[in-house]
């Protein structure tokens, strides 16, 4: 579901109660909600901009997998995951602590959920499909429950995101609902096969917050362009990815700047930490 914020929405920066309650109600039935044209021109241009020479360096640096695609490997050929470095503009109050976000995050998470992955995602020319996955690990494997999000993610295109260039292809409808048992790599595969995906396709200054249950795959970049996608995920207080992925390195300095939601978000970074961790 697409979700367009009226004018008097975006002055005010706070949503209507009711177009909350659709939002949040909408993510908690299928797993996602696209917020259309949150973000100015002129901050995805600024990230983008700033975005390329860093991810132009990176991918120097390193080799391309070349690993078949499969359910226990789903990055696939010829798409990067890269961690962002905690520096302007990728840690615009926009970005790391936009009101409306926050506002659905408060209400799935709680008010003192944190920040923990802040990071990028992006399919290059001759990218495949990646195997049908969820992001997150179930929490008690052995039980049939269904739990509510431990976390919550949003994603940021810096670009179009179009057919033809890699768009998200996502299985909603409650696979991020299921119960823990059943959330398990080859069994996902296997019920995928018979249900019926949608891609999401965004303009840039789009942004999509999804619960990373949701079973989902990247599709092949069949364009001449790369295509970025900012991600960061929030989770509840007493869930640390630690150990999933490189704390956000953050100076002393550039915290101590940060208004109090930021801080708060980000209290369980690496505070002090090296700024940027390319792994």
């Keep these: 579901m697409k979700l367009k914020l009226s004018a008097e929405e975006l002055e005010n920066q706070s949503f209507h109660s009711n177009n909350l309650r659709a ?102 020319p001759g990218s495949g499909y990646q195997g049908v996955h969820s992001d997150e690990i179930p929490l008690y494997p052995e039980m049939e429950i269904i739990l509510p999000p431990a976390v919550m993610a949003l994603n940021i295109p810096l670009v179009d995101i179009t057919e033809e260039n890699g768009a998200t292809e996502i299985w909603p409808g409650g696979t991020h609902r299921i119960p823990e048992s059943m959330n398990k790599p080859r069994l996902v595969q296997e019920l995928s096969a018979s249900m019926q995906p949608e891609k999401v396709l965004m303009n840039a200054g789009d942004v999509l917050v999804r619960d990373p249950r949701m079973w989902h795959r990247g599709t092949p970049n069949g364009s001449a362009e790369w295509r970025p996608l900012m991600a960061l995920y929030y989770n509840r207080p007493w869930f640390n990815r630690d150990g999933v992925s490189p704390r956000i390195g953050i100076p002393h300095e550039t915290y101590e700047g940060l208004p109090d939601r930021a801080k708060r978000l980000l209290r369980l970074a690496d505070i002090g930490g090296s700024l940027i961790n390319m792994s």
Excluded: H, W
């Design 23 to 124: 939002a949040v109600n909408e993510i908690k039935a299928n797993g996602y909600i696209v917020l259309e044209g949150l973000l100015s021109k002129e901050l995805v241009d600024e990230l983008r901009t700033s975005f390329k020479p860093i991810f132009d360096a990176y991918v120097d640096r390193i080799k391309v997998d070349t690993t078949p695609v499969n359910a226990e490997t789903p990055r696939g050929i010829n798409r990067f995951q890269m961690n962002l470095p905690f520096i302007k503009p990728f840690n615009d109050p926009q970005i790391i602590m936009n009101p409306f976000v926050m506002s659905i995050m408060d209400q799935l998470l709680g008010d003192d959920c944190t920040l923990l992955y802040f990071a990028s995602d992006t399919p290059m």
